[in-house]
């Protein structure tokens, strides 16, 4: 692929954040797509599931301007296309428009900015999603312009997809963050929607070929928490890092217009994730999922 074919593929994003320092070593620039193929009952980024532009509403932050409605007379009714024009005029931030069109060269733009800190803090550009890897003409595009400027990588995955696409993107990731969120397949399909075999086959053909992968699990109480010994023993001898649940998601589902499912879940103590945490040999992070 030439530079100028590269710099022109096209993917949807939702969000870009600089400065990040949890989604892989060193200072880092976060990069979330549009699209999962997983229904995670406690996904805190539901506006990452759909692929198309998503329209968002917070009443709370409503002033009634009226601004929205007389440039848009569909906007907030059931005549609504989504077309995100409302968001445009909304100076409260009520109507929000998540998802866009960008290409190669528009994040790069964005990522480049930051080459400085990543060589001085050994950080650099990480993957997100949504699920990332289904976008993969444009996720191999993204990696291959990181390869050029010399940042490293990091992909942020579920594993849902095939086999072969982790073998065609093997050579431009420096770091999987590989979430595992059980091991049970009745579990694991009643937390997210899918079946895990081939969750847990590409897991298993990262370890064999010998990738740079951190497996990570988020802790639901009620939802996956038995699991974490069968995580940890699967993951094994590779790293696992425990993430805590939190709630902070959830504005997001009414803004969407989505019931929250694990709206009465009580989020697990520092005590309780640090005692897992020793019990399986796992790093605790606080700032959980």
Not at 146 to 160: D, F, H, L, N
């Amino acid at each position: 692929m030439c530079d100028e074919t590269l710099y022109k593929t096209e993917g949807a994003i939702f969000d870009v954040q600089r400065f990040c320092m949890h989604d892989g070593p060193g200072i880092r620039t976060t990069v979330f797509l549009k699209g999962c193929n997983l229904r995670c009952a406690w996904c805190h980024n539901p506006e990452s599931q759909i692929c198309p532009t998503q329209l968002m509403f917070y009443p709370d932050k409503c002033t009634g301007c009226g601004k929205c409605r007389a440039f848009c007379d569909k906007a907030g009714t059931d005549a609504c296309t989504g077309c995100g024009k409302c968001a445009a005029v909304c100076q409260s931030g009520a109507r929000m428009a998540t998802g866009s069109v960008k290409t190669v060269a528009d994040v790069m733009d964005v990522v480049s900015r930051d080459i400085p800190y990543y060589e001085t803090s050994k950080g650099g550009v990480t993957f997100s999603g949504g699920e990332p890897l289904l976008q993969t003409a444009f996720i191999e595009a993204l990696l291959t312009a990181c390869r050029e400027k010399k940042i490293a990588t990091a992909v942020e995955t579920a594993g849902c997809v095939p086999t072969a696409t982790f073998e065609r993107l093997l050579p431009l990731v420096d770091l999987f963050l590989f979430d595992l969120k059980a091991i049970d397949a009745d579990v694991h399909k009643r937390c997210t929607g899918v079946d895990n075999a081939q969750i847990l086959a590409n897991a298993a053909f990262l370890k064999e070929r010998g990738a740079n992968v951190l497996f990570r699990m988020p802790v639901i109480p009620g939802y996956n928490d038995t699991e974490i010994d069968a995580v940890a023993a699967f993951a094994k001898p590779y790293p696992l890092e425990l993430l805590a649940y939190h709630a902070t998601g959830e504005s997001k589902y009414t803004a969407l217009g989505r019931a929250y499912a694990p709206h009465d879940v009580t989020p697990p103590t520092k005590e309780e994730m640090q005692e897992a945490a020793q019990r399986v040999g796992a790093v605790y992070r606080p700032t959980g999922i």
